[in-house]
C-alpha cells in the first residue's frame, strides 16, 4: 500500500506527438525534479474506468498501461524525496474534455505546460507511429482520416482522432477557464527542435527549480523511426484538408496565446 502524500505541483498535459517524451527524460535528469516512473499515467482522464478500448493493440497498449485506480496513482509518487518539482506527463490530459477541471479540483494550484505542434505534422505523426507499430490498417492517410468519426463512434483510443487531436484551442480553452494565466505555459514544438536548451531553461524557471542546469538534449525520443521510403505520403490535399477544417480553431488559438501561428498555414 502507498504511504505517499506527494502530488503533482506541475503536469505536462500535452499535445500527443508533440514532443512530450523528450522533454519529460530532459527534465528527469534536473536534480531537484521528480517525474512519475511511468510516462502517461492518463489518469485523471481515466480514472474510475474499466478500459475497453477497441482499435488494433488497444488491449496492449493504453487499456494495459493506463493508471485507474487512486491507490496506484498515489504510488507513482512514492519515490519522491526532497525534490522541489513533483510532475507527471501525460499528453492525453489536453485532448479529454474532463480533465482540465479534474485536475483543478483536486489540484488548483498546480501548474500546467503545453507544447503544441502544428495540427497537420501532428495527425500524420500519429498516423505514422500506428503504421509502425502494425496497428493503422489504411496505407493512405487521408483513407484513414476518413475513419476517424466512426472510430471514435467505435471506442478506438485517443491516439486514432487524428485531426480531433488537433483542435487546441478549445481544449486549452478549458485551462484558461480554471486556472490562472500565470500557471500556464505554452509551448511550439519548433522551439523544442531548434533551441531545446532555452525551452527547458525556461521551464525550469516556471516550475521553481534551478534554471542553470543544463539538461543533455543529444538523445531523440519516441520518433515515428519509419524508414522514408515506407512511409505512405502526406498528399498536399490531405494538409489542406486538416487546415482548412482547423482553421478557425487555430485563429483562436493565436489571440489566445498570442504566439505567431501563421507557418501552421504554409503549404509544406
Not at 508533440?18 to 527534465?27: K, P
Not at 497498449?61 to 506527463?89: C, H, K, M, W
Not at 467505435?154 to 500565470?182: C, K, T
Not at 536548451?197 to 538523445?219: A, K, P, W, Y
Amino acid at each position: 500500500m502507498s504511504t505517499s502524500t506527494h502530488s503533482p505541483n506541475f503536469i505536462i498535459i500535452g499535445a500527443a506527438k508533440a514532443g512530450t517524451t523528450a522533454i519529460y527524460h530532459y527534465l528527469n535528469q534536473h536534480p531537484q525534479v521528480y517525474l512519475t516512473p511511468l510516462k502517461e499515467t492518463n489518469y485523471f482522464a481515466l480514472r474510475g474506468q474499466q478500459l475497453n478500448f477497441q482499435g488494433p493493440g488497444d488491449d496492449l497498449y493504453v487499456n494495459r498501461l493506463s493508471i485507474t485506480a487512486p491507490e496506484a496513482y498515489r504510488a507513482q509518487f512514492d519515490g519522491v524525496r526532497d525534490e522541489i518539482a513533483i510532475g507527471e506527463a501525460s499528453p492525453l490530459y489536453l485532448y479529454h474534455p474532463l480533465v482540465a477541471g479534474r485536475i483543478h479540483e483536486e489540484l488548483p494550484d498546480t501548474k500546467i505546460i503545453a507544447i503544441l505542434r502544428d495540427p497537420v505534422s501532428r495527425a500524420y505523426s500519429a498516423y505514422l507511429h500506428l503504421i509502425r507499430d502494425g496497428r493503422e490498417p489504411h496505407r493512405d492517410f487521408e483513407t484513414a482520416m476518413n475513419h476517424e468519426q466512426q472510430r471514435i463512434a467505435d471506442n478506438w483510443e485517443h491516439i486514432w482522432h487524428y485531426v480531433s487531436m488537433g483542435r487546441y484551442y478549445e481544449q486549452l480553452q478549458r485551462y484558461y477557464d480554471l486556472f490562472p494565466a500565470e500557471n500556464i505555459k505554452t509551448y511550439l514544438y519548433r522551439e523544442l527542435l531548434f533551441d531545446p536548451r532555452s525551452l527547458l531553461h525556461d521551464i525550469q524557471r516556471f516550475i521553481g527549480v534551478d534554471e542553470q542546469f543544463t539538461c543533455n538534449t543529444s538523445m531523440r525520443y519516441n520518433e515515428a523511426s519509419l524508414p522514408h521510403e515506407l512511409r505512405p505520403p502526406l498528399l498536399p490535399e490531405a494538409r489542406a484538408r486538416i487546415q482548412n477544417e482547423l482553421r478557425d480553431d487555430i485563429l483562436k488559438l493565436q489571440d489566445l496565446t498570442q504566439r505567431d501561428l501563421s507557418h501552421w498555414f504554409t503549404p509544406t
